[in-house]
């Protein structure tokens, strides 16, 4: 698939949807640090986003501004791999933080978030099963601890089911794709 000049194409095309899709997001836990009165960490962690974003501009125009050969196109798909796993994990941050405080809706907010997250990766990064599987476990993780910590019946069952969906979509990607 890596000999497909399509595939790089496709690739070019994802970082700026990507960049688009989660500054837009990011804006939106600038606005819940204001209302919860912590903006301060809303601010450092999206000026994070802002800068993985420029580093993936650079990227995106890399490709666009050079006639890369294929081994050139490699090295620049090997970068982009660092850019988006880096990218997609930077959301836990925020889960992490947003589920420490004891504000419930906020807890709603990080779970909808990684969910949220962890769908655009999957579908971004489906052709590239190794990526995939790995920035698919590292979102879903902090999610089937978190489920597992409230201790309840119904915690253990979601944590259950996540986890069954986790190696569900581990295994399509290894089978099937």
Known sequence: ???????YHFMHKQ???VIA?????????????WL??????E??????????????YRLHRFYLDNDLDIQQKEKWLHQLRYF????????TIMFLMYVSRSNIELHYMAIATQLGVTVVSTTILVSQKKLAVATLVSLMLPLTIYFILIGEFYSYLLAFF????????????????
């Open 1 to 7: 698939m890596l000999d497909n000049m399509n595939f």
């Open 15 to 17: 970082i700026l949807i």
């Open 21 to 33: 899709l989660f500054v837009g997001t990011g804006i939106g836990y600038i606005y819940m640090g």
């Open 36 to 41: 919860y009165s912590s903006l301060l960490p």
């Open 43 to 56: 601010l450092l962690w999206f000026s994070l986003v802002l800068t993985l974003s420029f580093w993936g």
């Open 84 to 91: 988006l796993f880096s990218y997609f994990s930077v959301w």
């Open 162 to 177: 996540y986890r069954g969906l986790k190696w569900c979509i581990i295994i399509c990607f290894t089978q099937y794709i």
